[in-house]
């Protein structure tokens, strides 16, 4: 392992474009409970144009925030976005506790979300929710096992060795936890 570094100490924020912000607010607070923190109307210098735009930012129990731009010119828009991936694989996980996640998990449902664009995996490590966004993304709400440090160490412990034999081309599972 390299040279041990300081950790950044949280995320502050990570950022999408929205197609539409008034549906990604009512998402983000109305249905998943993030209290809207700021909004910022600005205009700059970007990539070599002037860009107008509006950037919400939706706060986490951290202090971290999940934040949106919406661009005034369509044309600015269309040029970053959204494009979500099509892949599931490309989502935001959030840790949640029991009670937070059941509270999700029934606002989603009341919000009228359906399969596919709602689903829950059973990880062992972790019980994780996972809803489709009015942008297209995917957002997981991730409840941690009641021996997530036992695993988390065990992990820990094994993290390089495991993928070495992973890449090494053994690809049996080491999720004993299910």
Same mark, same amino acid.
């Given at each position: 392992m390299g040279v041990q570094a300081s950790l950044p100490s949280r995320l502050h924020h990570t950022a999408y474009v929205s197609k539409d912000l008034e549906a990604t607010r009512k998402f983000y607070e109305d249905v998943i409970g993030l209290p809207l923190m700021a909004t910022w109307c600005e205009s700059d210098e970007l990539f070599g144009k002037e860009r107008t735009y509006c950037h919400c930012f939706f706060g986490l129990a951290d202090g971290g925030a999940l934040a949106f731009f919406q661009f005034a010119d369509p044309g600015d828009q269309a040029e970053f976005g959204p494009q979500m991936p099509a892949s599931p694989f490309h989502? &935001?996980?959030?840790? !949640?506790? %029991?009670? %937070? #996640?059941?509270? &999700? +998990? +029934?606002r989603i449902k009341a919000a009228g979300y359906k399969a596919p664009d709602t689903y829950v995996l059973e990880h062992g490590y972790c019980r994780s929710v996972y809803v489709t966004d009015p942008n297209g993304m995917i957002v997981e709400f991730t409840n941690d096992a009641p #021996? !997530? +440090? +036992?695993i988390n160490k065990a992990r820990r412990a094994d993290a390089h060795t495991e993928l070495k034999r992973w890449l090494a081309g053994d690809h049996r599972s080491n999720n004993t936890y299910r």
């Open positions: 989502h &935001i996980a959030l840790n !949640v506790d %029991t009670e %937070t #996640q059941k509270g &999700i +998990e +029934e #021996q !997530v +440090e +036992e």
